[in-house]
């Protein structure tokens, strides 16, 4: 063990402050509390890291109870977030201190001082105590049957019926197909994963009883519903073949309300987070209530957790909306129920019972800021509510055109109506501006409201999409489904007409289903790009067996097409200096069907002079690469010479130079990227008498 360690451990022993000034982010959060014993470390610099510099050894971590824990470390997929997994659990109820040496290095070479920390894990759970945590998850739906568990048992459906429904029309809606997890909760119960088509016609039906909340199109372009069976999310393909299962780590299981997944693999889930015992006698509650929290993670394309952020450590019980009782047993006092990367990639958390969205840095675990409920930092302009602007409202969504809507559920509001409000956030004066909104005539003169549920989407025609979720008023004709235009008229909408009372649907989405797609446009990478040659590689469409790439001089009128197996290809016998298009079209056997060509992409083959062949006179070496800040042009030259250094983009554009006066054997000179961008490079080095390249990937943090 090192010298440091046991400094940091004397620190830490006689109560001096630990410093966290070098690790922008840490999991836990020190001196946080409730953890469970199979928790992971997390640290980040913010700095990409050299992973061969991640020896555990760095590492001392001790529980007060159960002693001295070893680790293994590893670097997660975005080169920046260090993962250190005990090899034990922790006990529950001890504290755990955390002590890293100095030693772990950025790619600059520049040494990361070490972090002392600590943290609480929960506190030992007794039967008793372990089923009122499964009461409390229970008591955290939406809805509510007054079925037994043995009805609910006994009278499932193998098959299920959408019930009989009337749809009207205009033909102004948008040409996309519905999709929805349709619930009945009286006997016999029925649950259905459906998609239908605008005229109402069944393209799908998944019947389960356990398995298909949040049924959607996630953002990589695959399905994902969530499995009630083993607390998790399922991804399938489109045939319906489930391909993978998403869990979250360090001992928590997902909530069904939210998934999100991304073309890199990276996934967001959330839980809800019970905690027994918990006196609440300062706030009028009970000394011993069952509190529920919510616990965000992010996990790599390797089921690594990189992010983990806990209510317990930003939130107080107390931000909870009035209409939520603080006095019973069971208190569930945030209630997540949509989640958001914001153009900036950090995470909007849309929470029903602090009626508040709360913007959340990734980098940092920090709040940046609350947008309504008790702790709202946002002045509203041009909207009509006053006071209170929404309230309870679900499914928070960022819009292509910056703006942002919500479905506002609209409970304990002045007047009870649920609306489909769409702002434009001024984030840094904290200004929220009212830009349009949608509240449903009444029907009978009652207003449409749901209690809870609901989603909205905005289509690409402009006209948006709304599900009303929990109708509880089940005497009048309600909507199940509208969709409306931009001037607010009625173009389609569903409704229910047997039974309508027992059928509900959390979601629904209105989405082109192809079933056999072209690649997702953030899939497509070029790389390697050389004088004449070039490689490509293209994200997995749903259920492709094959693929034609495509590829043309930007001027020309005819495309080359080559079939191709696999999502990649090389090509040769390119044209220098020359800018090139490709686009790739997906070939699905199984259905004897294939896509629509992707959108064309584009890039430009290297200069000639790059064809030189270097002199045996010089050995180029770059480190390290990929680099950020700096980056070290290592060469041998047999005599004196003027060496001229230049970094060319993928363009062929010189974007930086440096010349130096080299002497006859090993020189090294420091080049600095401070004011490069990230992307792929050629490292020019010349000479009088020779010119060497060499490729160069830049990262920043």
Not at 461 to 472: D, E, R
Not at 517 to 527: E, L, R, V, Y
Request: glycine share 6%; aromatic share 14%; with cysteine.
């Amino acid at each position: 063990m090192r010298i440091i360690t046991a400094v940091l451990y004397l620190a830490a022993f006689f109560g001096l402050p630990a410093a966290y000034a070098q690790f922008q982010y840490i999991n836990p959060k020190p001196n946080s509390t409730y953890r469970n014993t199979t928790t992971s470390i997390i640290l980040r610099n913010g700095s990409f890291i050299d992973k061969n510099s991640l020896d555990p050894n760095y590492i001392s971590i001790q529980g007060t109870v159960s002693g001295s824990h070893a680790s293994s470390v590893i670097l997660s997929d975005d080169n920046k977030t260090i993962l250190i997994y005990p090899t034990t659990s922790f006990a529950e109820g001890e504290k755990v201190d955390i002590f890293v040496s100095d030693g772990f290095r950025k790619q600059s070479g520049e040494i990361i001082h070490g972090v002392s920390f600590s943290f609480q894990t929960h506190p030992h759970y007794s039967p008793s105590d372990l089923q009122s945590i499964k009461d409390a998850l229970t008591a955290c739906s939406e809805f509510v049957t007054s079925l037994s568990s043995e009805s609910q048992e006994s009278g499932i459906r193998e098959q299920c019926y959408l019930p009989e429904y009337n749809i009207y029309s205009s033909g102004a809606e948008w040409e996309g197909d519905i999709f929805f997890y349709n619930f009945r909760l009286n006997n016999p119960i029925c649950y259905a994963r459906t998609i239908m088509n605008n005229q109402g016609d069944s393209i799908y039906g998944g019947f389960s009883n356990k398995q298909g909340l949040d049924f959607k199109i996630n953002y990589n372009g695959y399905l994902t519903y969530y499995n009630e069976l083993d607390s998790s999310f399922l991804m399938a393909d489109s045939t319906y073949t489930v391909v993978k299962e998403f869990f979250m780590g360090n001992g928590y299981f997902p909530d069904s309300h939210e998934f999100l997944v991304f073309p890199n693999g990276h996934s967001f889930m959330f839980c809800y987070d019970v905690h027994p015992n918990i006196d609440l006698s300062q706030y009028g509650g009970s000394d011993s209530a069952d509190v529920t929290g919510l616990v965000i993670q992010e996990l790599d394309a390797s089921n690594n957790v990189i992010f983990e952020w806990s209510s317990w450590d930003h939130f107080e019980i107390d931000d909870m909306v009035y209409w939520q009782p603080i006095t019973g047993d069971q208190v569930d006092y945030v209630h997540g129920n949509s989640m958001e990367l914001d153009f900036d990639g950090n995470l909007l958390l849309s929470s029903r019972h602090l009626s508040e969205i709360t913007k959340i840095d990734l980098s940092t675990g920090d709040i940046i800021w609350r947008m309504g409920g008790e702790n709202n930092q946002f002045t509203f302009i041009n909207d009509p509510d006053t006071s209170v602007y929404f309230s309870g409202q679900h499914d928070f969504r960022r819009l292509d055109n910056g703006n942002y809507t919500m479905f506002n559920n609209a409970n304990k509001m002045q007047e009870e109506a649920s609306t489909v409000k769409e702002y434009v956030l001024d984030q840094d004066a904290k200004t929220a501006t009212l830009v349009w909104s949608y509240k449903h005539p009444q029907v009978n003169g009652h207003n449409v409201f749901s209690d809870a549920m609901g989603s909205a989407q905005r289509l690409p025609n402009g006209n948006t999409f709304i599900n009303y979720g929990l109708v509880l008023d089940v005497a009048q004709p309600f909507p199940r489904f509208t969709e409306v235009d931009s001037a607010g008229n009625i173009v389609w909408e569903v409704n229910y007409i047997e039974d309508s009372a027992n059928y509900y649907s959390y979601r629904a989405y209105k989405f082109i289903w192809e079933r056999c797609a072209s690649p997702i446009d953030s899939g497509f990478i070029t790389t390697n790009i050389g004088t004449d040659t070039a490689d490509f590689s293209w994200g997995l469409p749903n259920y492709a067996s094959s693929y034609i790439f495509q590829y043309k001089i930007n001027t020309a009128t005819d495309w080359i097409s080559i079939a191709v197996s696999e999502n990649l290809i090389s090509l040769g016998d390119l044209l220098p200096e020359t800018i090139y298009q490709w686009r790739i079209q997906t070939i699905c056997t199984i259905f004897n069907d294939s896509s629509e060509y992707s959108d064309i992409q584009e890039f430009t083959t290297l200069s000639t002079e790059l064809n030189a062949v270097s002199s045996n006179s010089a050995s180029f070496k770059l480190y390290p690469n990929p680099a950020s800040e700096y980056v070290v042009f290592s060469f041998d030259i047999s005599q004196n010479d003027l060496v001229t250094a230049t970094l060319v983009n993928e363009l062929g554009e010189v974007i930086a130079e440096a010349q130096w006066k080299a002497s006859t054997g090993r020189n090294q000179q420091i080049f600095s990227l401070a004011s490069i961008p990230p992307g792929i490079y050629v490292c020019r080095l010349k000479c009088n008498k020779w010119l060497s390249y060499q490729l160069l990937e830049i990262q920043k943090p």
